[in-house]
């Protein structure tokens, strides 16, 4: 798998969580506060694999917030999904 196919299936695991997320917060329209713990149990083993790294569901977690921090900062208004993917292939293969 090439690094643009590695970014295609983050995103869709990426998609597919959000929607995942939605459906079971929908009695708060996916509210959660505490979204990257729910994202990290979900995301956990697709992402090992994807990313050929072995992490901690703690690791995970702290990965996604920093990722949102950062999109906050240095990318306000991008599309979540596609920023989060360029942040973990910058952080596990090097390459945005």
Not at 20 to 34: V, Y
Not at 38 to 53: E, F, I, T
Not at 59 to 83: C, N, Q, R, T
């Amino acid at each position: 798998m090439n690094n643009i196919q590695i970014r295609d299936a983050i995103i869709d695991s990426l998609v597919e969580t959000a929607e995942a997320h939605h459906k079971a917060f929908s009695a708060t329209e996916g509210e959660d506060p505490d979204w990257p713990m729910w994202y990290a149990g979900h995301l956990l083993d697709n992402m090992r694999k994807l990313l050929k790294a072995n992490f901690t569901k703690s690791e995970l977690i702290y990965l996604l917030v920093k990722a949102d921090k950062e999109m906050g900062l240095y990318g306000p208004g991008a599309e979540w999904h596609s920023y989060y993917a360029r942040f973990f292939l910058n952080f596990y293969i090097g390459e945005r």
